[in-house]
Protein backbone atom coordinates (compact mmCIF):
# COMPACT_ATOMS: atom_id res chain seq x y z
CA UNK A 1 0.00 0.00 0.00
CA UNK A 2 1.40 3.06 -0.80
CA UNK A 3 2.23 6.38 1.14
CA UNK A 4 -0.91 8.44 -0.54
CA UNK A 5 -3.30 5.42 0.53
CA UNK A 6 -2.44 5.15 4.07
CA UNK A 7 -2.14 9.17 4.51
CA UNK A 8 -5.68 8.81 2.89
CA UNK A 9 -7.33 5.86 4.92
CA UNK A 10 -6.25 7.96 8.21
CA UNK A 11 -7.33 11.14 6.77
CA UNK A 12 -10.89 10.70 6.24
CA UNK A 13 -10.77 8.52 10.04
CA UNK A 14 -10.68 12.35 11.85
CA UNK A 15 -11.56 15.72 10.48
CA UNK A 16 -8.36 16.46 12.57
CA UNK A 17 -6.24 14.34 10.49
CA UNK A 18 -7.64 15.32 7.17
CA UNK A 19 -6.31 18.96 8.06
CA UNK A 20 -3.11 17.49 8.86
CA UNK A 21 -2.98 15.73 5.55
CA UNK A 22 -3.88 18.47 3.58
CA UNK A 23 -1.71 21.42 4.62
CA UNK A 24 1.34 18.49 4.37
CA UNK A 25 0.33 17.82 0.94
CA UNK A 26 -0.27 21.34 -0.35
CA UNK A 27 3.41 21.86 0.51
CA UNK A 28 4.67 19.00 -1.05
CA UNK A 29 2.59 19.73 -4.26
CA UNK A 30 4.30 23.29 -4.01
CA UNK A 31 7.51 21.30 -4.17
CA UNK A 32 6.87 18.96 -7.05
CA UNK A 33 5.30 21.96 -9.15
CA UNK A 34 6.52 24.70 -8.09
CA UNK A 35 3.21 26.92 -8.89
CA UNK A 36 2.68 29.41 -6.94
CA UNK A 37 -0.93 30.49 -7.51
CA UNK A 38 -1.80 26.62 -7.31
CA UNK A 39 0.13 26.85 -3.90
CA UNK A 40 -1.79 29.75 -2.51
CA UNK A 41 -5.15 29.21 -2.33
CA UNK A 42 -5.13 25.59 -1.10
CA UNK A 43 -2.65 26.59 1.81
CA UNK A 44 -4.49 29.85 2.72
CA UNK A 45 -7.96 28.02 3.22
CA UNK A 46 -6.18 24.90 4.74
CA UNK A 47 -4.22 27.10 7.27
CA UNK A 48 -7.41 28.53 8.24
CA UNK A 49 -9.55 25.41 8.53
CA UNK A 50 -6.74 23.71 10.99
CA UNK A 51 -6.57 26.72 13.59
CA UNK A 52 -10.25 26.37 13.35
CA UNK A 53 -10.19 22.94 14.42
CA UNK A 54 -7.66 23.60 16.51
CA UNK A 55 -9.65 26.09 18.86
CA UNK A 56 -12.57 24.27 18.57
CA UNK A 57 -10.87 20.83 19.84
CA UNK A 58 -9.09 23.08 23.30
CA UNK A 59 -12.61 24.15 23.98
CA UNK A 60 -13.26 20.17 24.61
CA UNK A 61 -10.72 18.73 27.64
CA UNK A 62 -11.53 15.36 25.98
CA UNK A 63 -10.02 16.41 23.29
CA UNK A 64 -7.61 18.90 23.29
CA UNK A 65 -5.00 16.66 24.21
CA UNK A 66 -5.99 14.00 21.49
CA UNK A 67 -3.80 12.51 18.52
CA UNK A 68 -5.69 14.51 16.04
CA UNK A 69 -4.70 17.81 17.75
CA UNK A 70 -1.40 17.34 17.92
CA UNK A 71 -1.52 16.20 14.28
CA UNK A 72 -2.51 19.22 12.95
CA UNK A 73 -0.90 21.86 15.37
CA UNK A 74 2.44 19.60 14.32
CA UNK A 75 1.74 20.11 10.34
CA UNK A 76 1.18 24.02 10.72
CA UNK A 77 4.47 24.07 12.75
CA UNK A 78 6.01 22.53 10.40
CA UNK A 79 3.75 24.50 7.06
CA UNK A 80 5.05 27.37 8.56
CA UNK A 81 8.75 26.43 9.46
CA UNK A 82 8.47 25.73 6.02
CA UNK A 83 7.64 28.79 4.68
CA UNK A 84 10.13 30.82 6.98
CA UNK A 85 6.98 32.39 9.43
CA UNK A 86 9.39 32.04 12.87
CA UNK A 87 7.37 33.33 15.37
CA UNK A 88 4.09 31.38 13.69
CA UNK A 89 5.83 28.66 14.20
CA UNK A 90 7.63 29.59 18.01
CA UNK A 91 3.72 29.97 18.68
CA UNK A 92 2.66 26.53 17.53
CA UNK A 93 5.33 24.97 19.12
CA UNK A 94 4.16 26.60 22.66
CA UNK A 95 1.17 25.47 21.80
CA UNK A 96 2.21 22.04 21.33
CA UNK A 97 4.45 21.92 24.00
CA UNK A 98 1.37 22.70 26.21
CA UNK A 99 -1.28 20.22 24.54
CA UNK A 100 1.22 17.52 25.56
CA UNK A 101 1.33 18.54 29.40
CA UNK A 102 -2.52 17.50 29.04
CA UNK A 103 -1.48 13.66 28.37
CA UNK A 104 -1.28 11.55 31.17
CA UNK A 105 2.44 10.50 32.36
CA UNK A 106 2.45 7.25 30.11
CA UNK A 107 2.33 9.83 26.92
CA UNK A 108 5.09 12.21 28.68
CA UNK A 109 8.37 9.99 29.73
CA UNK A 110 10.92 11.41 31.69
CA UNK A 111 13.63 9.75 29.44
CA UNK A 112 13.92 10.82 25.90
CA UNK A 113 13.75 7.65 23.34
CA UNK A 114 16.48 7.19 20.87
CA UNK A 115 15.59 9.44 18.14
CA UNK A 116 15.55 11.90 20.48
CA UNK A 117 18.77 11.73 21.90
CA UNK A 118 20.24 11.00 18.12
CA UNK A 119 18.80 14.71 17.61
CA UNK A 120 20.38 16.18 20.72
CA UNK A 121 23.47 14.01 20.28
CA UNK A 122 23.90 15.66 16.76
CA UNK A 123 23.00 18.96 17.26
CA UNK A 124 25.84 19.03 19.80
CA UNK A 125 28.20 17.25 17.71
CA UNK A 126 27.80 19.80 15.01
CA UNK A 127 27.86 22.99 17.22
CA UNK A 128 31.38 22.19 18.32
CA UNK A 129 33.23 21.33 15.55
CA UNK A 130 35.08 24.16 13.16
CA UNK A 131 32.93 25.51 11.02
CA UNK A 132 35.06 24.43 7.96
CA UNK A 133 34.64 21.19 9.02
CA UNK A 134 30.90 21.96 8.31
CA UNK A 135 31.31 23.45 5.31
CA UNK A 136 33.74 20.90 4.03
CA UNK A 137 30.41 18.04 4.31
CA UNK A 138 28.32 20.78 2.95
CA UNK A 139 29.84 21.57 -0.04
CA UNK A 140 28.33 19.48 -3.34
CA UNK A 141 28.46 20.70 -7.17
CA UNK A 142 25.74 19.09 -7.53
CA UNK A 143 23.10 18.78 -5.05
CA UNK A 144 21.64 20.42 -1.94
CA UNK A 145 22.27 18.74 1.43
CA UNK A 146 19.32 19.31 3.10
CA UNK A 147 19.82 17.37 6.36
CA UNK A 148 23.48 18.99 6.96
CA UNK A 149 21.44 22.79 6.56
CA UNK A 150 18.82 21.32 8.25
CA UNK A 151 20.99 20.14 11.74
CA UNK A 152 23.02 23.41 11.15
CA UNK A 153 19.73 25.49 11.55
CA UNK A 154 19.04 23.87 14.98
CA UNK A 155 22.54 23.05 16.27
CA UNK A 156 23.23 27.08 15.56
CA UNK A 157 20.42 28.99 14.86
CA UNK A 158 17.61 27.06 16.64
CA UNK A 159 14.16 28.79 17.49
CA UNK A 160 14.56 26.83 20.38
CA UNK A 161 17.68 25.08 21.21
CA UNK A 162 18.26 21.33 21.67
CA UNK A 163 19.36 21.35 25.35
CA UNK A 164 15.60 23.80 26.03
CA UNK A 165 13.59 21.50 24.53
CA UNK A 166 14.99 18.33 26.47
CA UNK A 167 13.94 19.88 29.68
CA UNK A 168 18.04 20.33 30.43
CA UNK A 169 17.29 24.40 30.97
CA UNK A 170 15.15 23.76 33.62
CA UNK A 171 13.84 20.53 34.21
CA UNK A 172 11.35 21.24 37.22
CA UNK A 173 9.22 23.71 34.98
CA UNK A 174 6.39 23.18 32.26
CA UNK A 175 8.40 23.06 28.73
CA UNK A 176 5.72 25.42 27.59
CA UNK A 177 6.14 28.27 30.31
CA UNK A 178 10.15 27.54 29.49
CA UNK A 179 9.62 28.24 25.70
CA UNK A 180 7.26 31.40 26.36
CA UNK A 181 10.35 32.98 28.26
CA UNK A 182 12.71 32.14 25.79
CA UNK A 183 11.21 33.99 22.75
CA UNK A 184 9.26 36.95 22.66
CA UNK A 185 5.78 36.80 22.35
CA UNK A 186 4.71 36.67 18.38
CA UNK A 187 3.47 39.68 16.51
CA UNK A 188 -0.34 39.71 15.36
CA UNK A 189 -0.30 39.03 11.28
CA UNK A 190 -2.75 38.87 8.72
CA UNK A 191 -3.33 34.83 8.18
CA UNK A 192 -3.82 35.81 4.56
CA UNK A 193 0.08 36.91 4.40
CA UNK A 194 1.78 34.28 2.02
CA UNK A 195 5.68 34.64 3.24
CA UNK A 196 8.48 36.02 0.92
CA UNK A 197 9.87 33.79 -1.75
CA UNK A 198 11.66 30.31 -0.63
CA UNK A 199 13.70 28.09 -2.91
CA UNK A 200 12.46 24.16 -2.78
CA UNK A 201 15.72 23.66 -1.25
CA UNK A 202 15.66 25.96 1.74
CA UNK A 203 11.66 25.12 2.23
CA UNK A 204 13.19 21.17 2.53
CA UNK A 205 15.78 21.62 4.87
CA UNK A 206 13.66 23.67 7.32
CA UNK A 207 10.75 20.99 6.77
CA UNK A 208 13.44 18.56 8.12
CA UNK A 209 14.54 21.05 10.68
CA UNK A 210 10.51 21.12 12.28
CA UNK A 211 10.91 18.14 12.79
CA UNK A 212 13.54 17.86 14.56
CA UNK A 213 12.19 20.15 17.27
CA UNK A 214 8.59 18.08 16.91
CA UNK A 215 10.53 14.69 17.83
CA UNK A 216 12.11 16.95 21.61
CA UNK A 217 8.81 18.15 22.26
CA UNK A 218 6.98 14.92 21.43
CA UNK A 219 9.10 13.15 23.77
CA UNK A 220 7.88 9.59 23.30
CA UNK A 221 9.59 6.66 21.91
CA UNK A 222 7.17 5.96 19.36
CA UNK A 223 5.85 8.91 17.46
CA UNK A 224 2.16 8.16 15.58
CA UNK A 225 3.29 6.97 12.24
CA UNK A 226 1.09 9.16 10.50
CA UNK A 227 2.72 12.11 11.70
CA UNK A 228 6.41 11.34 10.83
CA UNK A 229 5.70 9.27 7.79
CA UNK A 230 6.19 12.71 6.25
CA UNK A 231 9.35 13.41 7.17
CA UNK A 232 10.74 9.69 6.97
CA UNK A 233 9.37 9.13 3.30
CA UNK A 234 11.48 12.80 2.74
CA UNK A 235 14.32 12.18 4.75
CA UNK A 236 14.66 8.74 2.59
CA UNK A 237 13.88 11.07 -1.02
CA UNK A 238 17.23 12.69 -0.32
CA UNK A 239 19.30 9.57 0.82
CA UNK A 240 18.09 8.37 -2.85
CA UNK A 241 18.84 11.14 -4.57
CA UNK A 242 22.76 11.62 -2.86
CA UNK A 243 23.24 7.92 -3.06
CA UNK A 244 24.92 7.63 -6.81
CA UNK A 245 26.96 10.96 -5.82
CA UNK A 246 27.79 9.10 -2.37
CA UNK A 247 28.66 5.92 -4.19
CA UNK A 248 31.28 8.22 -5.90
CA UNK A 249 32.45 9.81 -3.13
CA UNK A 250 31.03 13.49 -4.23
CA UNK A 251 29.08 13.45 -1.11
CA UNK A 252 29.91 13.09 2.29
CA UNK A 253 29.52 9.15 3.21
CA UNK A 254 30.17 9.91 6.74
CA UNK A 255 26.84 12.68 7.06
CA UNK A 256 25.03 9.70 4.12
CA UNK A 257 25.86 6.92 6.76
CA UNK A 258 24.62 9.10 9.72
CA UNK A 259 21.26 9.90 8.05
CA UNK A 260 20.38 5.89 7.27
CA UNK A 261 21.11 5.23 10.40
CA UNK A 262 19.08 7.59 11.81
CA UNK A 263 15.94 6.90 9.35
CA UNK A 264 16.22 2.93 10.32
CA UNK A 265 15.64 4.46 13.68
CA UNK A 266 13.00 6.85 13.34
CA UNK A 267 10.99 4.18 11.13
CA UNK A 268 11.92 1.82 14.16
CA UNK A 269 10.59 4.73 16.56
CA UNK A 270 6.65 4.79 15.02
CA UNK A 271 3.27 4.41 16.76
CA UNK A 272 0.70 2.51 14.38
CA UNK A 273 -2.92 2.09 14.56
CA UNK A 274 -3.71 -0.89 12.03
CA UNK A 275 -1.88 -3.32 10.20
CA UNK A 276 -1.42 -1.66 7.06
CA UNK A 277 0.40 0.85 8.73
CA UNK A 278 2.27 -1.71 10.48
CA UNK A 279 3.47 -3.42 7.18
CA UNK A 280 4.14 -0.10 5.71
CA UNK A 281 6.42 1.32 8.48
CA UNK A 282 8.15 -2.10 8.55
CA UNK A 283 8.78 -1.81 5.18
CA UNK A 284 10.58 1.65 5.09
CA UNK A 285 12.35 0.19 7.86
CA UNK A 286 13.76 -2.18 5.67
CA UNK A 287 14.45 0.30 2.95
CA UNK A 288 16.86 1.86 5.56
CA UNK A 289 18.46 -1.51 6.75
CA UNK A 290 18.80 -1.69 3.25
CA UNK A 291 20.82 1.42 2.68
CA UNK A 292 22.83 0.85 5.85
CA UNK A 293 23.81 -2.28 4.61
CA UNK A 294 24.92 -0.57 1.47
CA UNK A 295 27.30 1.69 2.78
CA UNK A 296 28.58 -0.61 4.88
CA UNK A 297 29.81 -2.86 2.58
CA UNK A 298 31.20 0.39 0.47
CA UNK A 299 33.23 1.37 3.50
CA UNK A 300 33.97 -2.05 4.25
CA UNK A 301 32.51 -1.82 7.65
CA UNK A 302 33.16 -5.00 9.17
CA UNK A 303 32.10 -4.66 13.02
CA UNK A 304 30.26 -1.98 15.16
CA UNK A 305 33.85 -0.38 16.11
CA UNK A 306 34.53 0.28 12.42
CA UNK A 307 30.56 1.97 12.14
CA UNK A 308 31.48 4.43 15.28
CA UNK A 309 34.80 5.04 13.13
CA UNK A 310 32.37 6.46 10.60
CA UNK A 311 29.98 7.84 12.39
CA UNK A 312 32.98 9.90 14.48
CA UNK A 313 33.58 11.65 11.16
CA UNK A 314 29.75 13.80 11.35
CA UNK A 315 28.39 13.24 14.40
CA UNK A 316 29.18 10.90 17.89
CA UNK A 317 29.66 11.18 21.43
CA UNK A 318 32.20 8.15 22.97
CA UNK A 319 29.54 8.54 26.14
CA UNK A 320 26.73 8.52 23.84
CA UNK A 321 23.98 6.56 25.89
CA UNK A 322 21.85 5.36 22.87
CA UNK A 323 25.32 3.26 21.23
CA UNK A 324 23.72 -0.15 22.56
CA UNK A 325 20.30 0.65 20.22
CA UNK A 326 22.06 2.25 17.84
CA UNK A 327 24.49 -0.78 17.39
CA UNK A 328 21.49 -3.22 17.40
CA UNK A 329 20.03 -1.21 14.66
CA UNK A 330 23.29 -1.32 12.36
CA UNK A 331 23.71 -5.06 13.19
CA UNK A 332 19.93 -6.29 12.17
CA UNK A 333 21.06 -4.02 8.91
CA UNK A 334 24.17 -5.82 8.29
CA UNK A 335 23.33 -9.22 9.52
CA UNK A 336 20.15 -9.65 9.83
CA UNK A 337 19.56 -11.16 6.47
CA UNK A 338 22.70 -12.49 6.25
CA UNK A 339 24.40 -9.12 4.67
CA UNK A 340 22.08 -10.12 1.56
CA UNK A 341 19.59 -7.66 1.31
CA UNK A 342 18.01 -6.41 -1.84
CA UNK A 343 19.17 -3.38 -3.17
CA UNK A 344 16.17 -1.03 -3.73
CA UNK A 345 16.33 1.05 -6.78
CA UNK A 346 16.56 4.87 -5.85
CA UNK A 347 13.36 5.51 -8.72
CA UNK A 348 10.95 3.34 -6.03
CA UNK A 349 11.54 6.67 -3.39
CA UNK A 350 11.75 9.95 -5.68
CA UNK A 351 9.17 11.51 -3.39
CA UNK A 352 8.90 15.43 -3.87
CA UNK A 353 12.11 16.09 -5.01
CA UNK A 354 13.65 19.11 -6.16
CA UNK A 355 12.39 20.69 -9.78
CA UNK A 356 14.89 23.06 -10.04
CA UNK A 357 15.47 25.98 -8.41
CA UNK A 358 11.53 27.07 -8.47
CA UNK A 359 10.57 29.49 -5.87
CA UNK A 360 7.43 27.38 -3.82
CA UNK A 361 5.98 31.36 -2.87
CA UNK A 362 6.31 34.93 -3.94
Not at 340 to 345: D, E, I
Request: hydrophobic content about 40%; proline content about 4%; aromatic content about 8%.
Amino acid sequence: MSQQTLSVHRALSHPGFLHAALLLTTLHWAWHTGDVEQFRVPYLYHKVQAIRFVNEQLQDPESAASDSTIAVVASLAVMENSLGSTEAVSSHLQGLARIKELQGEERRPKKMGLIQRMIAMAARSVSSRPVWDMLNISRTDDVHQSVIISLLRVALRPIYSMPTLSGADDPEEPLAEVLAKKTPHPRTSDVNTIPSHRTVDTSRSEFIACYFYLYMILRENNVDSFLVEWFIEQLLADVCRTEALMQKGQYSQSLWFWTVMFGASAANATRTYSGTEEVHMKMLKDVYLGKINLVSQLLRIRNWEGAKSVLRLFAWEDNFNGESEMQAIWEEAVWGDNGKRPRTKNSDYALALRPGDIGITT
